[in-house]
T-cell receptor
């Protein structure tokens, strides 16, 4: 069973360009989360999506950032007009369940995309 | 808002010895989960162990165990018989009603041969 796939693993963009990060969840998983990790920091939640729905985007910057998880294909995190402060590792995670009563909420992480803005 | 605090930026342990990593959290929720993730130099996030708040019994996974003190909001990780491959960043994380994971800033563990 393939794990969470992210591509590209490394992405270099010049200031002002667009960055598109892709995430394919584990087979059977319909919940996708995006996290950002700045140098020497823990991961910070950005957005939580289910197929065709944004459930929680409370961690997303108000401008330039957007995310989608279409019915078919991977989830996309899009950063427009990148700035140097966007340089970070972006992790995607997926899970299979949301519920109570002892159901696991384990999130399985992809290898991350390291974005460098020059 | 929930917060997770890891007060030890760095720890070191001798190979085959035992080390404990500390984590405290703040929440007003009664139903939640706690996790320890390992991040080796490859940067892959690997789930080490999880604990459901409603369970009083401490979780154990081979050489890894936790000391979950719900009243004190403490969730420490004990690594027994440390191995060189245990060297990594360790992150404590909380998941409550909002589904998202809240991470601490991490503890860098060095294992000395």
């Amino acid at each position: 069973n393939a794990g969470v796939m992210q591509n590209p693993r490394h992405l270099v963009r010049r200031r002002g360009q667009e960055a598109r990060l892709r995430c394919s969840p584990m087979k059977g998983h319909s919940h996708v989360y995006w996290y950002r990790q700045l140098p020497e920091e823990g991961l910070k939640f950005m957005v939580y999506l289910q197929k065709e729905n944004i459930i929680d985007e409370s961690g997303m910057p108000k401008e330039r950032f957007s995310a989608e998880f279409p019915k078919e294909g991977p989830s996309i995190l899009r950063i427009q007009q990148v700035v140097r402060g966007d340089s970070a590792a972006y992790f995607c995670a997926s899970s299979s369940l949301w519920g109570t009563g002892g159901q696991t909420r384990e999130q399985y992480f992809g290898p991350g995309t390291r974005l460098t803005v020059t | 808002a929930q917060t997770v605090t890891q007060s030890q930026p760095e720890m070191s342990v001798q190979e085959a010895e035992t080390v404990t990593l500390s984590c405290t959290y703040d929440t007003s929720e009664s139903d939640y989960y706690l996790f320890w993730y390992k991040q080796p130099p490859s940067r892959q996030m690997i789930l080490v162990i999880r604990q459901e708040a409603y369970k009083q019994q401490n979780a154990t996974e081979n050489r890894f165990s936790v000391n979950f003190q719900k009243a004190a909001k403490s969730f420490s990780l004990k690594i027994s018989d440390s191995q060189l491959g245990d060297a990594a960043m360790y992150f404590c994380a909380y998941a409550g009603g909002s589904e998202k994971l809240v991470f601490g800033k991490g503890t860098k563990l060095t294992v000395n041969p």
